[in-house]
């Protein structure tokens, strides 16, 4: 069955990838492109927006009057716009994959109140490789935590808004799970000053942001003798978009609820 996909905030860095790996992905069809309102871009080609060719697909600035042009949305925008979207969708029961990070608990909470009406796929980093990396995250944090020390390092260019990075989060939340440690108790976002010895149950978050930086996160297991670090560097956001497009694939065959790459990898 082909998904006909919409991609929300089309002409952002995500956007811009999403609507090329739709158009390339077979079982998949661009069929909407949705940008802000009032932008210029509206009524322009898709396809050349991104890059990829004129798809015969004119961007459009409201979602609600493409609704029944879809099967999926997917989002990668801010947390404000998502939660409209998402509004709209379960009124509508469209799917959704959402790739939005950097929401607060309480917008976190909204969002996933809609699970009762639409598939939602919903994940920090849709890439195939840091999926893998959380469950080896899962391995190692079983065998190291108990003797080292816990430390996570990420890296993105230098227009990122949200801080630590959704995957960097995701990924203190799998060390915490497997632990029997509660993230918010334990989290240390940045040191400076007298911050007096490193307390063994804390897991340490550091942020660089600089450049043009796809992506990248270590997780370091620092014991005495020795260090066991697993890293994860993307070079392209196709990595994401692709990953994506997949999932929006997925979702059509699922019923209400919510899941993650996870499920979408079968790496549950
Ligand atoms: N889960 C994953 O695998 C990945 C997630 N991300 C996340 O995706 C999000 C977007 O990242 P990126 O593409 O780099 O960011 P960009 O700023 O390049 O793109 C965001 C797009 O969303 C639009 N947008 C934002 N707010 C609104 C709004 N209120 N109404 C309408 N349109 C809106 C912007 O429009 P305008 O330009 O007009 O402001 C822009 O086109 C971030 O949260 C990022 O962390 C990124 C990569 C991978
Ligand atoms: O904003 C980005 O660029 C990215 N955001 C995601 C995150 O916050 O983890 C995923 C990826 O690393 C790129």
């Known amino acids: 069955m082909t998904v006909r996909i919409a991609v929300t905030g089309a002409a952002g860095r995500m956007g811009k990838i999403l609507i090329e790996a739709a158009v390339a992905a077979t079982g998949a069809e661009l ?3 949705i940008v802000r309102p009032g932008s210029s871009l509206a009524g322009a080609d898709a396809g050349e927006l991104a890059g990829v060719g004129k798809q015969g697909v004119a961007i459009v600035t409201d979602l609600a009057d493409v609704i029944d042009r879809f099967d999926a949305l997917i989002d990668f925008t801010s947390p404000s716009a998502t939660l409209a979207n998402a509004e709209l969708c379960a009124k509508h029961g469209k799917a959704m994959v959402i790739g939005t990070t950097g929401f607060t608990d309480a917008e976190k909470a909204r969002l996933l109140g809609y ?49 630590p990075s959704g995957t960097a989060l995701r990924m203190g939340e799998v060390i915490a799970d497997t632990t029997g440690r509660d993230l918010n108790k334990v989290a240390v976002y940045g040191r400076e000053g007298q911050t007096g010895a490193r307390d063994h149950d804390t897991i340490g978050f550091a942020t660089v942001r600089g450049g043009d930086v796809v992506g990248e996160h270590t997780v370091m297991f620092l ?35 919510l899941y993650d790459m996870q499920d979408v990898l079968s790496l549950r």
């Open 31 to 33: 069929t909407v492109a």
């Open 115 to 163: 699970q009762s009406q639409i598939q939602l796929c919903l994940a920090a980093n849709f890439s195939t490789g840091v999926n893998l990396c959380f469950k080896l995250l899962e391995t190692a944090a079983r065998v190291m935590a108990e003797e080292s020390d816990i430390e996570i390092y990420e890296a993105h260019h230098r227009h990122k808004v949200d801080a």
């Open 223 to 257: 014991a005495d003798g020795e260090r066991v670090e697993i890293t994860h560097k993307a070079s392209s956001r196709l990595a994401f978009g692709n990953g994506a497009v997949r999932a929006a694939g997925w979702l059509l065959s699922q019923k209400p609820g």
